[in-house]
């Protein structure tokens, strides 16, 4: 087959332990899915969860052991970082349900969802979609991901980030308010899951803004660490 152009490359994620790489077909993410957020960004109670997604190219890959770079983005000035437990798909399916979801599961990551949060707050505001807050281009850094039978109890793990050494983030996965196999059942109804969808299953409390030359290390215990800089 021939193009009239070069395709983009496949976007990959590095594996924890093997040379392969994990390639990513989509980006899904879960809003408000930590209560202690949810009241943060002045919503209160479990409300069935939502989606939204962001472009698979935007995602910015934090090798093992490396400090990724992510530029500070355009149109903001109020750029926030969200510390996230990724789940990767190695099985799709559609209408799975809760108890048949650890089937579906490769492995975790940690990630990353920034957030132009004066364009997300604005959106919002208008009854317009999130697209130009969330979805702009390297809104999605992301680290190794640690295959299920490596990763241990993900369920009970630790979830934190710290900006320059202070924590801002710290909690526990197992505050999801919908957790990673009800996730899976409420996505899998709205999509068909295919192996490389990955899933950004929310942040914990303590959102808040970073600036030019920051540092970020983030992670769920368990996993392999990140570490971020805003240039
Ligand atoms: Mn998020």
Not at 146 to 175: E, K
Request: glycine share 10%; aromatic share 8%; proline share 7%.
């Amino acid at each position: 087959m021939s193009f009239v152009f070069t395709p983009p490359p496949v976007v990959a994620v590095p594996v924890v332990g093997q040379t392969e790489r994990f390639p990513v077909r989509r980006i899904y993410c879960v809003g408000r899915n930590y209560e202690e957020h949810a009241k943060e960004m002045g919503f209160t109670g479990r409300e069935p969860p939502f989606f939204f997604l962001k472009p698979t190219d935007a995602l910015v890959v934090a090798e093992a052991g490396k400090t990724a770079v992510i530029p500070y983005p355009s149109l903001t000035s109020n750029l926030h970082h969200e510390i996230e437990l990724v789940v990767a798909i190695g099985r799709g399916g559609r209408n799975i349900r809760a108890e048949d979801a650890t089937h579906h599961i490769f492995g975790y990551a940690v990630g990353l969802d920034m957030t132009r949060r004066d364009l997300q707050t604005e959106m919002k505001k208008l009854g317009r979609p999130w697209c130009i807050g969330k979805g702009y281009d390297q809104s999605a850094p992301i680290g190794p991901i640690t295959p299920v039978s490596q990763a241990g109890d993900i369920g009970q793990a630790a979830i934190w980030l710290q900006v320059n050494g202070t924590d801002r983030q710290r909690s526990n996965v197992s505050m999801l308010i919908w957790n990673i196999a009800e996730t899976i059942e409420h996505l899998s109804r709205a999509w068909e899951l295919q192996p490389g969808d990955l899933i950004y299953t929310g942040t914990p409390a303590g959102v808040s803004a970073v600036v030019k030359g920051d540092l970020m290390t983030g992670c769920v215990d368990g996993l392999s660490l990140i570490t971020i800089k805003v240039a």
